[in-house]
């Protein structure tokens, strides 16, 4: 029997499902994304908690975000993926994220571990999202996981491409061209290519007479973005040649 007050587990399952826009999860992996370890403390016979499944939706996470920045970001290595991977997948972002989706009311936790404020902690949040995209993964295969991390991940994604997840490449770049060469970076659209509802944009970014680079994106401002981090990239490359350049 659920705790007085407490919504019985299939409702908080079902609650999940709702707002992950799914039809169903697996009952057991689905109760157990949602279920604190200090919960299981106090209810020994009331199944597992979640520290199983945030270790796999962990991987799960890294994965779809990872496979998203390289689709989104074509021309960027793999320290540059590194660190834009790191602007998405990091316990505040996860816990934003989580709170968005209203997971803190739906967990399964110990009395102790709710009386300290615990269905807010970062911490918690974050573990019980991996979880749930662990469970998802279990229940929807990885073509689900991806789904659901897209709907999750969406806005940060177009963030992190448009410069708005501190990592603005544009203003940055147009600082450094300022101080170093006192003039401005500008942007041209060197080409578009597919149907209106999935367009590439290819940009270039000069500096006075010189073309520094082009990138693509899936927008002119993902392009955009692209290009300047791609200038940024090389002015300095040739700052560590000629320390004494600027």
């Given at each position: 029997m659920p705790a007085p007050g407490r919504p019985p587990d299939t409702v908080l399952v079902e609650g999940l499902c709702h707002r992950l826009g799914l039809e169903a999860l697996d009952p057991v992996h689905g109760l157990a994304a949602l279920t604190h370890k200090s919960y299981?403390?106090?209810?020994?016979?009331?199944?597992?908690?979640?520290?199983r499944l945030e270790f796999l939706g962990d991987a799960v996470v890294d994965l779809a975000v990872s496979h998203r920045l390289m689709e989104r970001f074509p021309d960027a290595d793999e320290g540059e993926l590194s660190k834009l991977r790191a602007l998405l997948v990091n316990e505040e972002t996860l816990a934003r994220v989580a709170r968005h989706l209203g997971l803190g009311g739906l967990l399964r936790m110990g009395r102790g571990e709710e009386m300290t404020g615990g269905r807010d902690k970062s911490s918690v949040l974050a573990d019980a999202l991996e979880a749930v995209i662990g469970a998802v993964y279990l229940s929807t295969g990885l073509p689900g996981a991806l789904s659901?991390?897209?709907?999750l991940f969406g806005d940060l994604l177009e963030g992190v491409a448009e410069g708005k997840s501190g990592e603005d490449w544009k203003t940055r770049l147009q600082e450094l061209v300022q101080t170093r060469l006192r003039q401005s970076p500008r942007y041209r659209v060197v080409s578009e290519e597919g149907p209106d509802h999935s367009k590439t944009f290819e940009v270039e970014v000069t500096v006075g007479t010189e073309l520094f680079a082009r990138a693509?994106?899936?927008?002119?401002?993902?392009?955009?973005?692209?290009?300047?981090?791609?200038?940024?990239?090389?002015?300095?490359?040739?700052?560590?040649?000629?320390?004494?350049?600027?």
């Open positions: 299981v403390n106090e209810h020994r016979d009331e199944g597992a908690d979640n520290e659901v991390v897209d709907r693509r994106g899936r927008s002119k401002k993902e392009a955009e973005q692209a290009a300047a981090r791609e200038t940024l990239t090389m002015l300095d490359s040739e700052a560590k040649k000629d320390p004494g350049a600027g």
